[in-house]
């Protein structure tokens, strides 16, 4: 009877508490809920093994009032309802609980039906689970989150018959599945479960240890977000204190969860700093700064990666004996990136520039793992507290090429080559389209997509009569042709028009610029993670015209140019009509940088779609899964 009195202490004190805070201070009950919700159907589970911390509450009202919210008993000692409960108690000790429960699970939280003491028993005595058969209820499907989530919980229940983790936001139990690295369709072994759930226990372990619980994330949101950073193989096999100190490096993402680190967007560079007077009146001798550039491609091969290589050129022209810079290219995988920025920093690399969305990953894990070294991934809308990311306004050359096609075409259609479906690239389009709507109001643009598979974009240019069209942006030395930038391909002859150009060299130049003046010291001190989208006014962007350009033409792509960099004019404060007939714009107002960057419409002068994951050819999806508009269907 003194353990059962205990017991009703912690089930006073849990009904008080609830009652200070204007809560239910009993247990939940099931059928007090469904009277509220609509339900689909019911599913025998047969015996399942049901964490306690999951079981919430009773299926009817009988039994409300004899326990408090946390299952503890709250008779008096006298009755015969607290007796049964220490016999049960005894029997515990003597040789455990056997008898399964029955009960009900709705939304992953398990209600009794019969079974109550055993479970206050249980719980009161420490224990983590109990067998019942169950029943499942399934709510009718709605656009709730919690609804959607569940759902999902249900597709990863059906490969893993694991129950005791749970998510605060949708999307969680796919990501989960890919980061353990299994298919998407592949039921989990006896091993992989065993497996699994040693390495979740190792991490919640020091997560409670730590103060876990009385963060608003789930145990599930923390362990996802520490898998995204450490991995998940051999997780079981790390020491508490290795993970211990691992965690206490993102312990402030789990602070932040969902909400990511504030947001410092950098539209353009600010006042450059200057040497202190006295190192400019003295000047100090010093070890040249080393700074490293990680290429998932060569110069040779990719457009992207020779403008990247450009950009460290220009640096070595401009700093001289002052750097020393390190090109490692064909780094295609996070595993090679880990190793190649770890072979960086054993060279005395003091920055890291990784050039490319494929590298995030990656890159967060060495920022977390070398904070001494001031890492830069060159990727668009992935912000991180861990490290910088950059990444250009090429939209605002775009809307210069438009204007330009529009003056010039004379066919109704515009063509415009798009590559990958990601972050950025609708904004290039429309703003395109803004652009030739602005000098050739009834002209339209016929959109084709490089990367989808079985089509042509040429064939379908030439079929359709188009004269001009918005190709790539850049050339790859290997492959060098004049398909690039805004072409003119009348009569079977392919002019250069007009280019939009990377210069990526300006936007290097001046980050180097500040770390040896001193001023990156000023900002490492924020709270906030750092983004760099600069444009034209930067002169990180720009457009360069050819020879084949009428002077008057080139003057009207000069006026606006200057308009972008010095008025600071956004074609996205025009009225802005979608497709379908939606206003996403009235003329005034501007849409905001969030709203450009994850733009997944396209304008009414537009011809064609933003394409799905399936129509994608294979080579195209790894960077899509990172950075695109519409993340495939998991």
Not at 2 to 27: F, H, I, M, V, W
Not at 214 to 226: C, E, N, Q, R, V
Not at 460 to 480: C, E, H, M, W
Request: charged content about 25%; some cysteine; glycine content about 6%.
């Amino acid at each position: 009877m003194e353990e059962y009195a205990k017991a009703r202490k912690s089930a006073q004190k849990a009904y008080r508490t609830a009652l200070l805070k204007g809560s239910y201070p009993y247990l939940q009950v099931l059928d007090e809920i469904l009277s509220f919700t609509k339900t689909a159907s019911e599913a025998d589970l047969g015996l399942v093994e049901i964490p306690l911390d999951q079981i919430a509450g009773t299926k009817t009202a009988g039994r409300t009032t004899a326990f408090a919210n946390n299952f503890m008993p709250l008779l008096p000692e006298d009755t015969e309802f607290a007796s049964k409960w220490v016999s049960l108690y005894h029997a515990h000790l003597d040789e455990g609980i056997r008898d399964p429960i029955k009960a009900c699970e709705f939304m992953n939280r398990f209600y009794v039906i019969e079974g109550n003491k055993r479970v206050s028993v249980l719980k009161y005595s420490g224990a983590v689970s109990i067998f019942g058969q169950v029943t499942r209820i399934l709510p009718a499907k709605n656009d709730s989150q919690e609804v959607r989530i569940y759902y999902e919980f249900l597709d990863f229940y059906k490969l893993t018959s694991i129950n005791y983790l749970w998510f605060s936001q949708e999307g969680s139990f796919p990501r989960l599945l890919k980061l353990v690295g299994t298919k998407p369709d592949h039921v989990w072994t006896d091993d992989e479960k065993l497996d699994f759930h040693s390495a979740y226990i190792h991490f919640t372990d020091v997560f409670e240890e730590k103060g876990g619980r009385k963060l608003s994330l789930t145990p599930g949101d923390a362990f996802l977000i520490y898998l995204e950073i450490y991995g998940y193989e051999n997780l079981w096999e790390k020491s508490h204190s290795q993970i211990r100190s691992e965690m206490a490096k993102v312990w402030k993402d789990f602070q932040l969860y969902p909400q990511k680190v504030p947001l410092e967007l950098s539209m353009q560079p600010g006042a450059e700093a200057q040497k202190p007077v006295i190192s400019r009146l003295i000047p100090v001798v010093s070890a040249p700064l080393r700074i490293a550039f990680l290429h998932d491609k060569t110069m040779e091969t990719s457009s992207w990666t020779y403008g990247h290589e450009l950009g460290r050129q220009h640096l070595n022209q401009v700093f001289g004996s002052e750097i020393e810079t390190l090109c490692f290219d064909n780094i295609n995988t996070e595993e090679l990136g880990l190793k190649t920025v770890q072979e960086a920093a054993a060279r005395g690399c003091k920055v890291i520039f990784t050039t490319t969305p494929k590298l995030l990953g990656a890159s967060i894990k060495a920022a977390i793992h070398y904070p001494e070294i001031k890492l830069l991934n060159c990727s668009l809308h992935t912000y991180s507290g861990h490290l910088r990311t950059y990444y250009g306004r090429l939209y605002e050359a775009k809307f210069l090429t438009g204007a330009l096609a529009g003056i010039l075409t004379d066919s109704p259609l515009v063509g415009y080559l798009a590559d990958y479906p990601i972050f950025g690239m609708t904004a290039n389009i429309n703003a395109f389209a803004l652009g030739v709507k602005m000098t050739n109001p009834e002209a339209r643009i016929h959109l084709e997509w490089a990367t989808v598979k079985e089509r042509n974009p040429d064939e379908v240019f030439r079929a359709k009569g188009i004269s001009y069209i918005s190709g790539q942006d850049l050339i790859t030395p290997q492959y060098a042709s004049r398909k690039f930038g805004l072409y003119d391909i009348r009569d079977g002859h392919m002019v250069n028009v007009a280019s939009p150009i990377w210069h990526w060299g300006k936007f290097y130049e001046r980050i180097v610029r500040d770390i040896l003046n001193g001023a990156w010291k000023k900002k490492e001190a924020q709270t906030k993670a750092v983004h760099y989208w600069w444009g034209i006014s930067s002169g990180m962007i720009d457009v360069i015209c050819s020879k084949n350009l009428p002077a008057g033409s080139r003057w009207l792509l000069d006026l606006i140019k200057r308009e972008i960099a010095d008025a600071g004019y956004n074609p996205f404060s025009a009225s802005l009509t979608a497709q379908d007939g939606t206003v996403k714009n009235t003329a005034g107002n501007c849409l905001s940088a969030e709203e450009i960057i994850t733009m997944d419409w396209l304008l009414d002068n537009v011809e064609g779609t933003i394409p799905s994951f399936e129509e994608l050819v294979e080579e195209a999806k790894p960077m899509v899964i990172l950075q695109g508009i519409k993340p495939p269907m998991q």
